[in-house]
């Protein structure tokens, strides 16, 4: 197939120079932009993959002067690390749970069921973007502070579960809406119960919707830090706030590239499954495209 | 009322005609306590939303206009904390930077963002799905990892500065903890939200209407002005609203990036709350940023409610 492709435009090239002039124009734009992109890009996130694995790195090298794994084993055994790890496995695992539970039969309701006022629910969940972010943590944080819910575990729960509302909510209620209802009612034609129709044809149907909004749920949640750190302060530190401190104390450069490194692998592993949403524009129709 | 096909309920007649029963009277009332049944399902979520983002919000607005005297003890209505705010030179910087740093990131993503996705709609290239997976990473890139990457690539005599060496450019300022950095860090942490949404707008715009103004011999440029940018204010809006709203209420990136005087409103907020111990303090910079973006905010949602014209 390849050399097919391939043999077609260079004769056309070759039989006209203009064609062969637009055409490498065409590419080079593409190339230069590749190039340009990849810098930016891929440039900052090879700093500090190159800085994990560098046991020396000095100014004019284009690449680490001396590589080894010596510092990895220094920084994992870190205390603030063998403590943060657990904690923001744990504190995600907690919110997506909580998160599922009390979002997931609502998009069921917001799909499926035809209640007054449905549709302003289901847009004032949207509606949420309009707050700024900061802002609005700040605020809770004052609630909070009466409360006394200030450098509690709860209290951090229940503000990372805030961020997770509007993706539990949409994702899988546009899935839920897409459906093919004929399905159902065939079964249901040939005397299958409700439940049965819901556990055998509809959940399969929408599981891939609703795992993809459980891993981005959980991935969100794992990386949240701003909620975390201005509830969590100071006896909760999770992961992304102990990079707060390492990158303002200034320590060693390769504790903060070993940690950012472990701290990326979830988000690594999510792009790698990444195609899938971004294709079928799950994540624009989270900002009302 | 009647669904073009509903093969359940044309059966289930059928079956009860020739078999003589009564229609069962549970079925009427079902529709009914299904709607109710709704409301039940969608009050956790409802609930949380109203509690944990309205509440706190309005009780902002209210703790900050309803000043207690100390010495009375007497609550009035008073815009003392707002003044307050107003009359300190170091507040007011903040308020001025944040708002500068916004309109540079937003009209920065859009000189950046507009194009990218424009090659991303008409490019035929092979290399156009590399651009694309390249415009989508930084949404796997979380902010403080952005902001130690950041700082290791473009600190002086990190990376970038490396590169720029190898091809014979000296003399390399840092923008970390410049004004700078926070607009580099923001511009990169929104472009793939940015180029996503104005290529979903785009190709919106079908291929049959670019060609047929190309037939009657318009310009690239016409197409661009008189159709593609018309064609695509909702996009472009929805950008626009997000990006100001986000960047306006960003902290991390402004916080590990930016210099300590002027912050921006987020960094200005988390230190009176959590170093100050200034809670109403805090809350009036944050009142000040809901009202500030109450407009964009009103302009979003208006948007996302307004049926797209298609």
């Known amino acids: 197939m390849a050399t097919l492709t391939s043999a077609t435009p260079t004769r056309e090239m070759a039989l006209n120079p203009t064609l062969l002039w637009k055409r490498m124009r065409r590419e080079l734009l593409s190339v230069v932009l590749v190039v340009v992109l990849f810098i930016v890009i891929i440039g900052p996130m090879l700093t500090v993959i190159f800085w994990a694995f560098a046991e020396q790195w000095r100014y004019p090298s284009l690449v680490p002067t001396k590589w080894g794994l010596s510092y990895w084993q220094e920084t994992l055994t870190r205390a603030d690390v063998t403590a943060a790890l657990p904690l923001s496995i744990g504190l995600a695992t907690i919110v997506t749970f909580l998160s599922a ?73 546009a899935a839920f809406q897409n459906i093919d209802r004929s399905l159902e009612e065939a079964a249901l034609d040939v005397g299958a119960s409700r439940v049965r129709v819901f556990l055998q044809i509809t959940l399969p149907l929408v599981l891939p919707a609703l795992s993809a909004a459980i891993l981005l749920t959980f991935v969100s949640t794992f990386y949240e830090a701003q909620g975390a750190l201005i509830i969590g302060v100071p006896n909760i530190q999770t992961m992304p706030v102990l990079m707060y401190s390492i990158i303002n104390s200034q320590v060693i450069v390769q ?21 899938r949403f971004v294709r079928g524009n799950t994540i624009s129709a989270g900002f009302g495209v | 009322m009647t669904r073009p096909y509903n093969r359940k309920k044309i059966f289930m007649a059928t079956a009860r005609a020739l078999t003589a029963q009564p229609a069962p009277p549970a079925a009427a009332k079902r529709r009914d306590l299904s709607g109710l049944f709704g409301y039940v399902l969608i009050a956790p979520p409802v609930a949380i939303m109203l509690l944990l983002i309205f509440y706190p919000a309005i009780e902002a607005v209210i703790e900050t206009i309803f000043v207690s005297d100390a010495q009375t003890g007497q609550t009035t209505l008073s815009l ?92 390399y300022r840092t923008p970390y903890l410049q004004p700078q950095g926070i607009v580099i860090a923001l511009v990169w942490e929104h472009i793939p939200f940015t180029v996503l949404v104005l290529t979903a707008g785009l190709r919106q715009v079908e291929d049959a209407v670019i060609e047929s ?42 916080y590990l990036l930016g210099p300590a005087q002027p912050m921006m409103m987020g960094v200005s907020m988390q230190q009176a709350f959590n170093n100050y111990q200034d809670r109403i303090g805090a809350l009036t910079q944050a009142v000040l940023t809901f009202l500030i973006c109450a407009a964009v905010g009103v302009l979003y949602v208006r948007t996302i409610t307004r049926p797209r014209e298609r």
Do not use: E
């Open chain 1, 101 to 173: 539970v009390i979002c997931l039969p609502a998009s069921y309701a917001f799909a499926r069921m035809n209640f007054p006022g449905r549709q302003g629910f289901l847009l004032s969940f949207l509606a949420t973007n309009a707050f700024p972010r900061f802002g609005l943590y700040v605020s809770i944080a004052v609630v909070f502070f009466r409360l006394n819910l200030i450098g509690t575990l709860p209290g951090v729960i229940l503000i990372q579960i805030v961020n997770t509302l509007l993706l539990m909510i949409w994702i899988p209620t």
């Open chain 1, 255 to 275: 504790y903060g590239a070993v940690i950012s490194l472990v701290l990326w692998l979830p988000s690594l592993l999510l792009l790698t499954f990444a195609q």
């Open chain 2, 80 to 171: 003392q904390n707002y003044i307050a705010f107003f009359q300190d030179p170091i507040l007011r910087a903040n308020l001025t930077f944040t708002v500068l740093v916004t309109l540079a990131t937003v009209f920065m993503l859009f000189v950046v963002g507009y194009p990218l996705a424009m090659y991303l709609r008409f490019s035929k290239s092979r290399l156009a799905g590399t651009v694309q997976v390249l415009t989508l990473f930084p949404l796997f890139v979380p902010g403080v990892i952005l902001a130690f990457a950041l700082i290791r690539f473009l600190g002086t005599h990190g990376m970038f500065d490396t590169l720029l060496g190898i091809v014979g450019i000296s003399g």
């Open chain 2, 213 to 254: 103004a190309r037939d009657v011999g318009a310009s690239g440029w016409q197409i661009f002005t008189r159709i593609l940018l018309p064609l695509t204010t909702r996009s472009a809006l929805i950008v626009f609203c997000l990006n100001v709203i986000g960047v306006f209420g960003a902290f991390t990136l402004p």
